[in-house]
């Protein structure tokens, strides 16, 4: 995911347009607010593709116990390109 696209700060869109970044100061704030719903849908689903479950075994109960791998989960945020 690269947030400069999501914010239409993208390479090709700069050069092309780069007149009218010269004059690019802010945002609206419903642009921003869109920006970051998109930007956190895309995250979670990020997320939720690359989350893994491991098999654990639970010595108190005797049994094997399935959770999320946490750390599959974390990795999402080395995919976001600033």
Known sequence: MDINE????????????????????CITPLQAKEAIKEIVKETLRMAAED?????????????????VD???ITNVINKIKF
């Open 6 to 25: 999501i914010l239409g700060l993208d390479k090709k869109a700069f050069d092309i347009n780069y007149n009218d970044y010269q004059n690019w100061k």
């Open 51 to 67: 989350a893994k479950v491991v098999k654990s075994y639970n010595k108190w109960t005797f049994s094997e116990d399935y959770e």
């Open 70 to 72: 946490k750390d599959s």
